[in-house]
């Protein structure tokens, strides 16, 4: 029974091996899988198979690729429709799969420590579905439930679009590929696209846009929200503070940059300015769900006034939910530094807000998201302007939308050379890994103080 | 004995009517006192006698210089040196000098209320210098003191300059005009010149460059710090925590800017690239005192890459001390931002530094100047975008100079319209008195929260 013991033993052992790396520091974890992910991906994309001259594709543009597609952004440095086989676009997809996933587990199990940690109130993730008495049971049972909401979210809009592109002529296999591409590549906020041309032959098909809309915004409230979505319905008081928080703030942005997106391109014949109202309220709507992270476009972002591309580039920077496939600072992390000013304004000592008080850690931890990355792209931006020699608005727009894993693009991505792309490839995947795992990484060390210092204010402002 | 009871009692209230008022909302009392100087100043230049050609000076142009004078910021749309007669001149030497005692002046009466009302720890201003009893006292001593320092700091520039100015050639009478507006344009960090081409012609002399550079950033600092340097001396140990944070920060953020602006220039042709390297590695020096927000320049802010560009954008919204002549959002907001990041990255309760704890509600302040500073950027640059149809360098660069009140420009403000003008005025008038009084008025309204509301946590990033 020697053996036996060893086999068993070594088994228990690289169980606990795994646990105590998520207890000890899943933030850690978290950069680790995703680079060995995105190693493989890139490996896999610089085989000749993989793209459709059967010639080995560069280290950097397989690397940007792998990384794009991983972190689900969607930049690209070319063509996805030509430069890459139908192996190749089936590698992206997987990498968008796995990436979606990845990053939706990979940001709960944060959550789920932290709250546990922290003893929060309000369950952030369905706690009861995971008692499984200890921590892989629990990140066996919460892979289970992301992988089932999203391959149901993902079928839904795929039989969809299914249908759409088989009555817009396309062959069954051409119509079930486009159809699954889009499925994933909506839901899992990516914006890659299959067609050379994207969705701007669709410009004018609710039959595309709408769910595409819908399967995006969705996507971008993030997994804890669908959760709360799933259990409690649409009463809005039966939720959690962190629900109410994403889809009030998710909304709010929505709306208002869909009215100011809409209003800075309403004459702009080089966008929207030649077409019906009810166009133009349509493509409004539709910029703003994909400047938040999805990342499709109808217009050519380089025809955009100045103004709404800046426009772009905040919401971009301030991106999706928590826990979800969109990038950028997150909705709740504006919310709470909101709410801490509004605080601040009033006098009052609390942050408050539904009868509940947000704890002075997660402000600090909010502040701390937005100046690393506000220092991200700034830092960026300093760099690719020196290496592109390009203007202020493009190289700006690039380098957010890369951090915000946004995909939105002038072009600039493609006209780069090697070190630019090394260096909005940093940007991808620091703003897929980076802001997720920093506030974890913060909130799970906030400990008490043993001793203070008498307390000294200087001048502000 | 009734008329002299009556004349001495309405002295008497009218004593308590801005005691009252100085006490009741201070950053209400700061923003009127502004406004008032500023309208009394845009008559004055919009007089036929305040223009070389005799002819009255438009609205925009006036108000807009106004404002300019009377903020310290030294962005111009016309040349003050063609435009305006040796009237108009001194009415905008006039503008600034008393612009710049005002904004010494309430910036530290702002000070010390918030510092009374919150029993501030290490005295901000020296307050035992005027123990008078009530507030009135205190602000006249505050003001005489402000009025002497400032007026012995101009006095020794001046006297420089004017030796210097003479022995260039200059008449005595031209050389102490020159003198005493450098000099008063300088110790205020105000930036206008009364030279058509400005510092440009000195830009190897190191006799007007060194006093200029040196007036600028002592000035920068701001009066609580110049107090405690005039009474501790450069004993670091003996002075107060608000000192010692202006200080370490005004030259780190000095150094850096320096070493950046002259890597990143170094071999730009059209500015510093054909230097020798000393005359570069002064260029670079005075570029990072300049921006930070006294305003002058030696080479052409439009032939700097665009990369140098952005780190000028940095440097202008960062600004000076507090109570200071300076603009941006000052360095102690930046230096408290920074440690409670820092504290958080620790895993600290507390934000402490130098054997302090920094109250939670100074970081609030903190946080709540910098979105407003962010906010106001923002949304000038959309307006300004939509208005002069300019890239995206230009336009950024000229709002935060104005935000700022830095006045470094690449000529745009003098191309606008008249309502491009308005929107440049608006911003440096929030600058100078929105960042104060916003960070005094919200110190003061703090107070204690008799009833909590439990914790909720969202997740955030
Ligand atoms: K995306
Ligand atoms: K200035």
Known sequence: PAPQRTVLSSFVSSRNLVESAINSSPARLAILAFLLIVTLFTV????????????????????????????????????????????GQAVILLGIF????????????????????????????AQEAMNSGNRLGEVGSLLRIVISVSLVAEAIIALWLFVRFLTLGETPAQAAWHGVFYAISTFNNAGFTPHSDGLIPYEFDLWILVPIMLGGFVGSLGFPVMLVLIKKGLVFRTWNLHAKLTVQMSLLLLVVGAILWGLMEWDNVKTIGTLSTPDKIVHALFASVMSRSLGFNLVDMNAMTSDTMLLTDMLMFAGGGSASTAGGIKVTTIAVMFLAILAEARGDEDVKVYGRTIPPGAMRVAISVIVMGGTIVAVGTLLLLRISHESLD???????????????????????PAEGKYVLTILMFFGRVGTV?????????ERRTLYHFPEERPIIG
């Open 98 to 125: 796995i990436g979606g996933l990845g990053t939706l587990t990979l940001a709960s199990i944060l959550a789920l420590v932290v709250s546990k940690k922290l003893g929060v109130r309000g369950k952030l993730i």
């Open 437 to 445: 795992t920093l506030a974890a990484a913060l909130a799970l060390r």
């Open 394 to 416: 493009r190289v700006l727009f690039e380098v957010i939308s890369a951090f915000a894993t946004c995909g939105l693009s002038t072009g600039l991505s493609g006209e780069l």
């Open 44 to 87: 896999l994309l610089m085989l000749p198979a993989a793209s459709s001259n059967g010639q080995s594709t560069p280290l950097h543009d397989a690397l940007f690729t792998a990384v794009s597609a991983v972190c689900v952004t969607g930049l690209t440095v070319v063509s996805t429709a030509d430069h890459w086989s139908f192996f």
